[in-house]
């Protein structure tokens, strides 16, 4: 049973260009959640979605940021116009419908803007 | 809101001492707690997770935490670290009152520095 997948690992885009950010869960996993870690600082939740349904998007910047999980493929965090704040990792991670809490994560893509 | 605090930003212990990773939270209601580590350039791995039951968790690798709900602690510890042990190490707490989102608020993280 494959891990949760993240691509790509490293992600370099210019200022205004956008960035996305794939990830497929593990099999039999229906939740993902995307997370962000800042240099230097914790993961802060940003999103967490069902199969073609965003549950809770509270953590996602108000503009830019958009985050889908539709019925085929993986699921894709997209980031419009990209500045260099948005530098970052952005980790993904899945968990099973009738989980414990329990979240299994991605190796996480590396965001670097110029 | 939940947070939780870990005080100590970086930990360096010699290879074979024990050592133990402070974690705090704040929430006052029943919590799911979660200790992951985070190794150079790498996702997170669970070390142990702490959801009912006996106050005494043990994990992966030989780490162990103790949930104290009177002090809202939980913190890591091992006996005897190795040199590999050298890694971040997050805290982390999901809220267990039946919430729609099972989100991980985590600590800022500990950096444990293992020396020779």
């Known amino acids: 049973n494959a891990g949760v997948m993240q691509n790509p690992r490293h992600l370099v885009r210019r200022r205004g260009q956008e960035a996305r950010l794939r990830c497929s869960p593990m099999?039999?996993?229906?939740?993902v959640y995307w997370y962000r870690q800042l240099p230097e600082e914790g993961l802060k939740f940003m999103v967490y979605?069902?199969?073609?349904?965003?549950?809770?998007e509270s953590g996602m910047p108000k503009e830019r940021f958009s985050a889908e999980f539709p019925k085929e493929g993986p699921s894709i965090l997209r980031i419009q116009q990209v500045v260099r704040g948005d530098s970052a990792a952005y980790f993904c991670a899945s968990s099973p419908p009738a989980g414990d809490g329990e979240q299994y994560f991605g190796p996480g893509t590396r965001l670097t803007v110029t | 809101a939940q947070s939780v605090t870990q005080l100590d930003s970086q930990v360096p212990v010699f290879e074979e001492a024990p050592v133990e990773l402070r974690c705090n939270y704040s929430s006052s209601v029943s919590v799911y707690l979660f200790w992951y580590v985070q190794y150079p350039n790498q996702g997170l791995q669970l070390l142990l997770k702490?959801?009912?039951?006996?106050?005494l968790v043990k994990g992966i690798n030989g780490f162990e935490a103790e949930f104290n709900k009177s002090q809202t602690s939980f913190h890591l510890r091992k006996p005897s670290v190795h040199i590999s042990d050298t890694a971040e190490y997050f805290c982390a707490v999901i809220q267990s009152d039946g919430g729609a989102t099972n989100k991980l608020i985590f600590g800022t993280g500990t950096l444990l520095a293992v020396q020779p």
């Open positions: 979605l069902q199969k073609e349904n965003i549950i809770d």
């Open positions: 099999k039999g996993h229906s939740h």
């Open positions: 702490y959801l009912s039951g006996s106050t």
